[in-house]
């Protein structure tokens, strides 16, 4: 199972920039602050120019693959990974990227690590927001690593100060965790968001927690995908037929106990395998595009 996770996929693996990553820490802790520094995302702290970024450096969030984003990186700053970095010296980017950038290290290290997507409570007060975090097996199982915030950062539902690598599981809710919650009753779908101010309906409730459910099964199968890419059975629909509401209370269930092969088999799905030609939707609300996979 860990050799499996230890292994690059092609969207983490570092390609040329392995060696630049040699000077980096076999230290979880001290890789998760090293992926902190590396990206700046496009929308949490307000439009990116009234930080000093130019227009086109925008385009940087559809970079898909870490080879492109450490040759972006070694671009804006020869330093390797572990220092700190100036804004203007990250790449624009999203939670998933921290994440992509984190595993990408981790796993050159021989470090069993993942992404999951699903929905952190730790952002907004009251909400569960869209949100990839990283998973690591240490001696007591996975644990889920939080590569974006900054260390210190305190939990602003509870003032308290949130473990960045360990976040607590009721904190953060997996693709199927989350899915379940909202099925059962025990979670409000409607607090499931990408944004509370974002009113476009698919991008909320059941149709949204079904699109995460799929991105965390293609993630645990190492296929760890941008957040606005769609696939077969996923689209933009406002509602979901009984057949998938089935078909994803099915996943949920198969995913909470899994094993790989496991993980594997369920993946190879036509309705929610990674295929060569994928669309993409690149925020905010561009026109799909067809996207080749290498």
């Known amino acids: 199972m860990d050799d499996f996770y230890v292994s690059q996929s092609r969207f983490t693996d570092p390609g040329p920039l392995g060696e630049w ?23 949490a702290l307000g439009d990116i ?6 227009p086109a450096r925008r385009e940087e969030i559809t970079l898909r693959y870490a080879a492109d984003m450490w040759a972006r990186l070694r671009e804006l700053d020869p330093a390797p990974p572990g220092g700190p970095r100036p804004p203007l010296s ?4 999203c939670c998933r990227d921290f994440t992509l950038l984190f595993v990408s290290m ?31 097996r240490g001696d ?43 099925r059962s009753g025990e979670l ?11 009113d476009i309906p698919f991008l909320r409730g059941l149709p949204y927690a079904w699109h995460n459910l799929v991105l965390d099964l293609a993630a645990l199968n190492k296929h760890e995908m941008l957040q606005w890419d769609t696939w077969g059975a996923l689209d933009d629909s406002v509602s979901l037929a009984p057949a998938t509401l089935a078909r994803a209370d099915e996943l949920a269930e198969l995913m909470a106990d899994a094993d790989v092969e496991q993980l594997r088999v369920a993946f190879e799905a036509d309705d929610v395998r ?17 996207v080749v996979l290498r």
């Open 140 to 182: 007591d199982g996975w644990q889920l690593v939080e590569p974006q915030l900054p260390p210190g950062f305190r939990d602003p539902v509870d003032d308290a100060e949130l473990d960045l690598l360990d976040v607590p599981r009721d904190r953060f809710l997996t693709g199927p965790d989350a899915w379940t919650a909202a």
């Open 21 to 43: 990553l040699d000077a980096t820490p076999r230290d979880i802790a001290a890789l998760r602050e090293a992926a902190s520094e590396l990206v700046f995302h496009y929308w």
């Open 49 to 54: 120019a009234e930080h000093g970024f130019p």
């Open 90 to 93: 990250r790449i624009v980017g």
């Open 106 to 136: 981790a796993r050159h290290h021989g470090i069993p690590a993942r992404a999951r997507v699903g929905f952190a409570s730790y952002l907004m007060p009251g909400w569960y927001i869209d949100h990839v975090v990283a998973e690591v």
């Open 274 to 290: 990674v295929p060569p030609v994928i669309r993409t939707v690149t925020p905010p609300g561009r026109l799909p595009l067809e």
């Open 188 to 198: 409000d779908p409607a607090l499931l968001v990408v944004s509370p101010d974002l």
